[in-house]
């Protein structure tokens, strides 16, 4: 009885490591074997690879999103949603190979313990919370980038390695690995989410991207979803597994190895931003460049409050109007020609004279501000707190979809500007609010489920790419 009150009633983690593990682990185990267990984990990964520090485990019970934070817990009281809030693990475990991985999943199987594989902890969506206590295993000491084929175009790499990494032990080869989601994510991490991003109008989303995975299952049962050592870049064989994984959330496996596509690093890269005196004549020239062929690497959308709050936050001086930041990669050659198609076809949707960013530093600064978005949002509001919140929908529907959350915005007084991978139909409301305002929480909760089934009305999705985590387990049912 004492145990199913505690996760209502203790905001704060326990002082004594032993209480909570006692306490919350006796529901899986009997007290007298916890210490079995803690040895066998110990026995498997060290005395440093087991912590039961309360910094440790408040850290890898939380990410990015406001599921984790002092936000949440207002909206939780609110929606009488306290029985999914976010908790720290009880236990901490830091492999170092898939074997240790495999060990530590048989003997939380044979205990029946839940397990929570833990990347770099950026999610959006609550989805590493311990909800249930249980065992955290951090991955981050997995960090090798293995077997890369520069003929073949692909490499693979363990959960520690991160984009950015991956792309720096690249740099001298002329390949990159494209996928963007802004946060410099674990690379597993954003197979098990199915992240993407900036470039995924040209390059794909992680599930365009992933080739292989190695995967250890609930009982630490070992698999590779292409068969072991296999990089086709297509295949008919049966069941198509790798994807079946991808975007799972750690609901299926823990991914270990995941096989990715790379790219050409390309020859020249031009980035432009153009104004645009409506949605509707912004999105029109999306899809008329899309249909135009052009190979388009990215194009963004910033409605007028977005690039309000850019131009305050990064010292810029674009028109406060609905904006499209573009980029375009190739040749010199293909370049110009991209170039030119894209600026005649913004033209005569009435877009303003394309600012170019030719050189890196340019280009650079022009998407930093890109992915500066979530800090100029908070910028609008100082002492409050963000939450950010993506749907997806066809591009045909992108205008109207955006046009009535804006309209829903205003009506219900609250502060969203929106920020898209227009190319995708995909875009995100980054609300800034404060959290000691309940009113004003549950008037954020209530648009958050209306964008998200306004955006299911329309053939789209609750989610274009921040996934589902603890945030849209009730959307994902519809």
Not at 84 to 101: A, K, T, Y
Not at 207 to 233: C, F, M, Q, S, Y
């Amino acid at each position: 009885i004492f145990y199913l009150f505690l996760p209502l009633s203790c905001d704060e983690p326990h002082s004594s490591h032993s209480f909570t593990v006692c306490n919350r682990l006796c529901v899986f185990v009997q007290s007298a074997a916890v210490d079995n267990v803690l040895s066998a984990f110990r026995s498997i990964c060290g005395e440093d690879g087991v912590s039961l520090g309360e910094a440790v485990r408040e850290q890898h019970g939380r990410d990015e999103s406001m599921h984790s934070g002092e936000v949440w817990r207002a909206v939780r009281q609110i929606v009488a949603l306290l029985l999914s809030r976010c908790r720290p693990p009880d236990v901490v475990v830091f492999p170092r190979c898939v074997e240790e991985v495999s060990a530590l999943a048989k003997v939380c199987h044979k205990h029946q313990l839940p397990i929570i594989p833990f990347g770099t902890g950026t999610g959006l969506e609550g989805g590493v919370g311990a909800v249930k206590g249980g065992v955290c295993f951090s991955l981050r000491n997995m960090d090798q980038v293995l077997d890369l084929h520069q003929e073949d175009f692909d490499v693979t790499v363990e959960p520690g390695v991160t984009r950015k990494a991956l792309n720096a032990y690249l740099r001298d080869t002329g390949l990159w690995f494209p996928v963007d989601p802004g946060a410099d994510a674990s690379l597993c991490g954003m197979a098990a989410t199915s992240a993407s991003g900036t470039n995924a109008v040209r390059y794909g989303t992680m599930r365009e991207n992933v080739l292989n995975l190695e995967v250890v299952l609930a009982d630490g049962t070992v698999i590779h979803t292409a068969g072991k050592g296999r990089r086709p870049r297509k295949t008919s064989a049966g069941y198509n597994l790798t994807n079946l994984f991808v975007g799972s959330e750690g609901t299926l496996g823990i991914i270990t190895k995941t096989t990715l596509r790379l790219y050409g690093i390309p020859e020249a890269m031009v980035s432009a931003v153009c104004s645009f005196p409506s949605v509707q004549a912004a999105v029109d020239s999306t899809v008329q460049i899309l249909q135009a062929g052009v190979p388009i690497a990215r194009i963004e959308f910033l409605d007028d409050v977005m690039i309000d709050a850019c131009n305050r936050f990064s010292s810029l001086s674009y028109p406060v109007s609905p904006t499209l930041f573009l980029e375009f990669h190739g040749s010199e050659r293909s370049l110009e020609e991209q170039v030119n198609t894209t600026e005649d076809i913004t033209q005569s949707n009435g877009g303003s004279d394309f600012q170019w960013a030719t050189d890196a530093e340019t280009r650079n600064r022009l998407w930093k501000a890109r992915h500066d978005a979530w800090y100029a949002a908070l910028a609008l509001r100082p002492g409050c707190k963000a939450y950010a919140t993506d749907v997806c929908v066809p591009l045909s529907q992108l205008p109207q979809i955006i046009v009535e959350t804006k309209e829903d915005l205003i009506g219900n007084r609250l502060t969203g500007p929106i920020a898209g991978h227009v190319g995708d139909g995909n875009f995100h409301c980054l609300m800034v609010v404060d959290p000691s305002d309940a009113e004003e929480l549950q008037r954020l909760h209530l648009f958050t489920e209306r964008l998200a089934r306004r955006a299911l009305s329309m053939d789209g999705t609750c989610t274009g790419e921040h996934g589902v985590g603890l945030g849209k387990r009730v959307l994902l049912c519809e």
